[in-house]
Nanobody, 124 residues
Framework: QVQLVESGGGLVQAGGSLRLSCGAS????????MGWFRQAPGKEREFVAG????????LYADSVKGRFTISRDNAKNTVYLQMNSLKPEDTAVYYC?????????????????WGQGTQVTVSS
């Protein structure tokens, strides 16, 4: 098991930027594929981005491609989500998740461990 704690959410104007962090403790962080998901009010949780164990491969949802960047620092047991050019439709609770399998997956059922989430609100 790995414990995940997100931080960095908040309120930002449209066009602004935020960087989310997710710190991990427990089993070896570098053994996990990491993902970011989000859930807007009244909607299902959706995949945002994923990153391989070494950080060499990434995958993004079409809705965030070119605006968001996922990265990880295995020495710090942390995964990041840099969010630029934010839009009101990016408003959601953002969750990080860890997956023991391979490769990067976009379905939430494929992830074994979840954080508690951090709220991101983008005003127009």
């Amino acid at each position: 098991q790995v414990q995940l704690v997100e931080s960095g959410g908040g309120l930002v104007q449209a066009g602004g930027s935020l960087r989310l962090s997710c710190g991990a403790s427990g089993r070896t962080f570098s053994s996990y594929i990491m993902g970011w998901f989000r859930q807007a009010p009244g909607k299902e949780r959706e995949f945002v981005a994923g990153i391989s164990r070494g950080g060499g491969s990434t995958l993004y949802a079409d809705s965030v491609k070119g605006r968001f960047t996922i990265s990880r620092d295995n020495a710090k047991n942390t995964v990041y989500l840099q969010m630029n050019s934010l839009k009101p439709e990016d408003t959601a609770v953002y969750y990080c998740a860890a997956r023991t399998g391979s490769p990067i997956r976009t379905m939430e059922g494929e992830y074994d461990n979840w954080g508690q989430g951090t709220q991101v609100t983008v005003s127009s």
